[in-house]
């Protein structure tokens, strides 16, 4: 909110810090100053009120109160005290109906006959300007001048165009119409809250007047509103129509209700001095349940044990008093003092609110450092961070980059990557069509990484750890799952994190897949998992629409039993529909499936300390067979002196038959708790070798 | 043979060996004298028939000779060897380009994030994690921000489809706090590291989708000395030099009372640049005292529980450690940028 230096100056007994040091005080003791310009022989301030002191510092006066109280000035309030005419009774000449009384808890009315509308003097146009008001006429810039002065904002009505000179504060009726003063027009509902005359809503409670009863240069008398209206009902019809005043502001934050009266006063007396106005006699107010000031009990104790320093207790009560709160003497008992909260202050509530006040005022730099005073209870390991920065550090010495991506995926992208849209989660509010879902899959956005790099780059390997996100439509079962499951009304979202990842190249990468398996075989090992097997990708049906891979080079990741994720090459469909010329194999990794199955098997493998003795074994087998099969055998018949079989070439050339290939093995052979002699080793490897020829297709190289 | 014929031998092998220029020509020189048919060895031989009196003292002298010679050959090849070395170096082209492995780069975030994990874990913290979707109660209500309360507004919220759901993204790592005080009791200490999002138009320094840490302290009697005490070590930790910081009153409400921390800003040491808009002062976190009502809604007693919380920017912190000028860089995916780190 904008503030002139030179208004604030004239509730103060002395002069003002000059303007550059204001803003510094009061960035240290009340608020952030967001801007200072210098505008004549004046200063304007943008002020960052705090949502919870629009109640008492959205005003001059509530910025001077605070400066009175950090500078230690006397606070010099303006004159409220008006002469009325008494031949005129205000309750008269207006009705005013109040019908919700939680709606509107306060509505209070002055009438002024004969007043001249006209232009503002100099001095009254100067301050609104200042303050980024424009003036309109001499009558609506005091409703305006007021507002800016106390916090509590005004409106008027002409009263000869109320209909039955009546004011009622209802609820919209569905269907009801509103123009504004500003020619806008709104449909109505239930839920705005609006001041009718006998006929029509003629204005949006406290938020905007309507054009109707509008002042204008014919106006001779007018109803001036000061009211009170429920913060919630406010802020939902500002947000419900798309429109916010400096009214609205005010109201949805709350205002104290004892400020209509003041405010009213105040604005009376002005018309009166500058539009030659009478004042009819009373307010007619409605205010059926009156505001009375807070007590609360400060234990000073516990300023001293939430601040952490000591402050006099002589300082402490002056804060108080200077900021408004009244100290009742007579409550006090000893270490408590009883203090009285303004009704302005709808922002204190609780003793903590007071030890605020004591502390800002005081000085936070005066509050000395101290380190805690705690036992020492070691942190416990975060095993979920533990796991994620372990396969990160992985997947970089496998010469991965890492990359962090937007949460977010637009419609074409879903389209692309076969996502049924009704199944993704829509974001209600995005930003742009970029966000229009929540990412299911991390794969979307790392082959959009894919386009990107390939402009600078032929080959490159990237990974992401990342949520992603997914409906929960059977929540028992769902719940058996390691993933988080977040409730709404009607709605519940599955969080999975992912590590997915992908090796790129524009030209032909033969070994990419190869090689990709090799990097996620070392991870798994790495993280203590052992027993991984890779299974040909057989989607489900539902798999099948989303048509990320190219089932015939893609693999499902299994761990046992359990499937972990896929691996392989990325469907050629998606490529040429992201125009992207190149190999691109990726894999796609269930992190909280993996990382459960490392916390249970992470286990040590004990070391044998007798010596292993490696045979070499040679086959030849028909195109078609699988690494897999010819392990099984090797597996099956050597048991537990077959410590580990290394595939080192697969060859397939021109000398041996078009339809043949020829796998070579290294067999580590050891035995846990003897040497194996090289006969029981020859017999082994004997075995392994007839048991493999059983398979008439199956040829051992001797 | 008397002992005037073994000086000069000595003399003679002594000079040798010193004007040697290389290993072949000490060799040579070795042979010369202490080889198969070297003069030492021919002395030997003569001495077979020499009187067995002088033989005694001859050979006693001829035997120190030998190893005093010896001795010198060492040297002597040492120092060839090592001199032999410093040649080959002068042929060695130390400026030539390194042969690069092509390494794999962490995000610039990740590495700050562990940073920032390891000094406060180093002080005991312990590091929770909660959801990036959220309900109302845990992003809002919880934290003292019932339906409809004008501090909503303090966070642009992207809010899940239907809008009715009450699900959104988490607009702060605030909810953590209130998820991990639900299953643990105090005395607590944690961090919170994570994505959040805010419904809000992207520039060079403004994004939708930030890194936040949280922060919580609970226990019997902690308070805003404590809480200036620990921040101020990490900040000192993290930015490796002393640092000056100021907290200045704020609002929030899950905190009573609250403040905003500003470090003197560390490109002018608090004078006055266009880092610091001129202030002197870097904006870092907002941070308070927890307010009772949030530990109310988490059913501890605040009479007996207090602490701080506060929360700051990894992104903005990332920022500052390598001068990166533009936040959009981080979701770019753009190697250019990640390879650098």
Not at chain 1, 682 to 691: L, Q, R, S, Y
Not at chain 2, 206 to 223: A, K, T, V
Not at chain 2, 292 to 298: A, G
Request: aromatic share 10%.
């Amino acid at each position: 909110m904008k503030f002139s230096y030179n208004w604030l100056q004239e509730y103060l007994d002395k002069e003002l810090p000059s303007a550059k040091d204001l803003i510094s005080i009061l960035s240290l003791k009340s608020f952030e100053v967001e801007s200072i310009k210098k505008i004549n022989k004046d200063f304007v301030l943008d002020i960052d009120i705090t949502s919870n002191r629009v109640c008492d510092c959205s005003s001059h006066i509530g910025i001077a109160r605070e400066m009175a109280a950090i500078m230690d000035y006397k606070l010099r309030l303006p004159d409220f005290k008006i002469r009325e005419n008494s031949k005129l009774l205000a309750k008269d000449i207006v009705s005013i109906e109040v019908r919700d009384k939680e709606a509107c808890p306060r509505y209070s009315a002055r009438v002024i006959t004969d007043i001249k509308v006209d232009d503002s003097p100099d001095w009254l146009k100067k301050k609104l300007e200042i303050c980024g008001l424009q003036s309109i006429n001499n009558v609506v810039d005091i409703a305006n001048y007021v507002m800016l002065e106390t916090g509590q904002p005004l409106h008027i009505f002409d009263l000869d165009k109320l209909e039955h000179k009546k004011l009622i504060v209802r609820f919209a009726e569905k269907g009801e119409k509103i123009t504004t003063l500003d020619e806008q027009n709104f449909k109505l509902n239930e839920s705005i809250l609006v001041i009718a005359d006998a006929k029509r809503p003629v204005a949006l409670a406290g938020i905007k007047g309507g054009k109707g009863p509008g002042v204008d240069s014919q106006t001779k008398t007018i109803v001036l509103e000061s009211a009170n209206f429920n913060p919630v009902i406010i802020r939902k019809a500002s947000q419900f129509l798309k429109l916010k005043t400096d009214a609205s502001w005010r109201f949805e934050h709350g205002i104290d209700a004892n400020l209509t009266e003041p405010a009213i006063n105040r604005a009376a007396k002005l018309i009166q001095e500058l539009a030659s106005g009478k004042i009819a006699q009373g307010i007619v107010d409605f205010y059926p349940e009156k505001i009375k000031p807070k007590k609360i009990f400060l234990d000073i104790d516990n300023v001293e044990k939430l601040l952490g320093g000591r402050i006099p207790l002589k300082q402490i009560k002056n804060i108080l008093t200077k900021l408004g709160f009244k100290l009742i003497a007579s409550k006090t008992v000893s270490g408590k003092i009883a203090v009285e909260v303004p009704t302005s202050r709808l922002d204190i509530s609780i003793p903590e609110d007071l030890i605020e006040e004591i502390g800002r005022i005081y000085g936070y730099e005066k509050i000395p450092v101290a380190a805690p005073k705690i036992c020492l209870i070691p942190p416990e390991k975060n095993m979920n961070i533990f796991w994620e920065e372990f396969s990160k550090d992985i997947l970089q010495e496998n010469r991965f980059s890492e990359v962090l991506n937007y949460s977010f995926i637009s419609e074409a992208q879903a389209k692309t990557f076969g996502y049924e849209i009704d199944k993704l989660l829509e974001i209600e509010n995005p930003l742009s069509s970029n966000q229009q879902y929540l990412c299911p899959s991390l794969v979307p956005n790392l082959m959009r990484n894919v386009e990107t790099n390939f402009n600078y780059f032929s080959e490159f390997k990237i990974f992401e750890m990342g949520k992603i996100f997914s409906r929960a439509t059977n929540l028992r079962k769902q719940k058996s799952k390691p993933q988080t499951v977040v409730q709404g009304n009607g709605l519940a979202v599955i969080e999975q994190r992912f590590l997915s990842g992908l090796i790129a190249r524009t030209k032909d990468g033969n070994q990419s897949f190869y090689e990709l398996k090799g990097v996620i075989d070392d991870l798994l090992n790495k993280m203590g998992i052992t027993n991984v097997w890779y299974d040909e990708y057989e989607p489900t049906p539902e798999q099948t629409k989303i048509c990320v891979w190219d089932i015939g080079k893609s693999a499902e990741i299994k761990v046992n039993d359990k499937e972990v994720g896929f691996l392989g090459q990325i469907s050629p469909k998606i490529l040429k529909k992201l125009d992207i010329t190149g190999d691109v194999v990726l894999f796609d990794i269930d992190f909280d499936t993996l990382q459960k199955l490392v916390s249970e098997e992470h286990e040590y493998q004990l070391i044998s300390p007798y010596p292993s003795a490696m045979r070499d074994l040679s086959i030849l087998v028909p195109k078609e067979t699988k690494v897999v099969d010819v392990f099984n055998v090797m597996n099956r018949i050597g048991g537990s002196l077959v410590r580990d079989i290394d595939l080192f070439d697969i060859y397939q050339g021109d000398e041996l038959h078009g339809d043949k290939k020829s796998f070579a093995f290294h067999i580590v052979y050891q035995a846990k708790d003897r040497t194996l002699e090289s006969k029981e080793i020859e017999t082994i490897h004997g075995k392994i070798v007839k048991a493999l020829e059983q398979n008439l297709e199956w040829e051992v190289r001797k | 043979m008397n002992d005037i014929d073994l000086k000069n031998l000595r003399n003679q092998a002594e000079q040798e060996i010193k004007k040697a220029k290389n290993l072949n020509e000490l060799n040579k020189v070795f042979k010369e004298y202490l080889g198969k048919k070297g003069q030492v060895s021919l002395i030997f031989k003569k001495l077979k028939n020499a009187a067995p009196k002088q033989r005694i003292s001859v050979r006693k002298e001829l035997n120190s000779l030998k190893s005093f010679l010896q001795l010198e050959f060492k040297k002597k090849q040492e120092q060839l060897e090592i001199s032999n070395s410093v040649e080959q170096k002068t042929w060695f082209d130390v400026t030539a380009p390194g042969h690069k492995e092509q390494m794999g780069h962490l995000h610039p975030l990740t590495i700050v994030k562990r940073e920032i994990m390891i000094i406060f874990q180093e002080m005991g913290f312990e590091v929770a994690q909660g959801p990036e979707v959220e309900n109302d109660w845990y992003n809002f209500d919880a934290l003292n921000m019932p339906k409809h309360h004008p501090a909503r507004d303090m966070w642009d919220t992207f809010w899940l489809k239907p809008r009715k759901s009450d699900l959104l993204l988490r607009t702060h790592t605030s909810p953590v706090q209130i998820r991990y005080m639900e299953k643990h009791k105090p005395p607590l200490k944690i961090i919170a590291p994570g994505k959040v999002f805010r419904h809000e138009a992207t520039d060079a320094s403004h994004e939708f989708q930030l890194y936040q840490l949280e922060g919580l302290m609970i226990d019997r009697d902690i308070s805003v000395s404590n809480f200036k005490a620990i921040i101020y070590e990490f900040l000192k930790r993290f930015f490796k030099k002393n640092v000056s910081i100021r907290l200045r009153p704020s609002y929030f409400p899950f905190t009573e009372p609250s403040f905003e921390i500003d470090m003197g800003c560390t490109a002018c040491e608090g004078k006055g640049c266009s880092v610091c808009s001129q202030t002197g002062w870097l904006e870092m976190a907002g941070a308070g005292m927890v307010n009772p009502n949030v530990l109310k809604n988490v059913g501890l007693d605040s009479k007996e529980w207090q602490g701080f919380a506060f929360g700051f920017g990894i992104d903005r912190l990332t920022m500052m450690r390598y001068k990166i000028p533009e936040i959009r860089l981080f979701h770019s995916g753009d190697l250019r940028f990640l390879k650098q780190f």
